[in-house]
Nanobody, 125 residues
Framework: QVQLVESGGDSVQAGGSLTLSCAASGYIYSTECMGWFRQAPGQEREGVVGLYIGGSIYADSVKGRFTFSRDDAKKTLYLQMNNLKPEDTAMYYC????????????????????WGRGTQVTVSS
């Protein structure tokens, strides 16, 4: 059974930084298709960054501020978030799938069957 557990969410002021973690277990860890998503109240879940065969893709709203990384030995994904803005406030989720994906699929929520429960990020002005 695939398990994903996010952590690192917090309340910060605008301009601050946070690093989210996503610990994976229960399956053969693959780096072929992974992503971070977020969902604010009343809004659809949106892709923040996706990792696919060939590279990574970031949402325009986070380019230059957020960085995706991973530690394969620890089976952990990370999302470094700098210069946070109030509009970044949301529940953040990591997601994986066992098969490869392309760059458009990597930021589409419907592409992923496995999800964590999320970690809350709140940014105040």
């Amino acid at each position: 059974q695939v398990q994903l557990v996010e952590s690192g969410g917090d309340s910060v002021q605008a301009g601050g930084s946070l690093t989210l973690s996503c610990a994976a277990s229960g399956y053969i860890y693959s780096t072929e298709c992974m992503g971070w998503f977020r969902q604010a109240p009343g809004q659809e879940r949106e892709g923040v960054v996706g990792l696919y065969i060939g590279g990574s893709i970031y949402a325009d709203s986070v380019k230059g501020r957020f960085t995706f990384s991973r530690d394969d030995a620890k089976k952990t994904l990370y999302l470094q978030m700098n210069n946070l803005k109030p509009e970044d406030t949301a529940m953040y989720y990591c997601a994986v799938r066992r098969t490869p994906c392309g760059y458009t699929s990597a930021v589409r929520a419907a592409s992923f069957p496995y999800w964590g429960r999320g970690t809350q990020v709140t940014v105040s002005s």
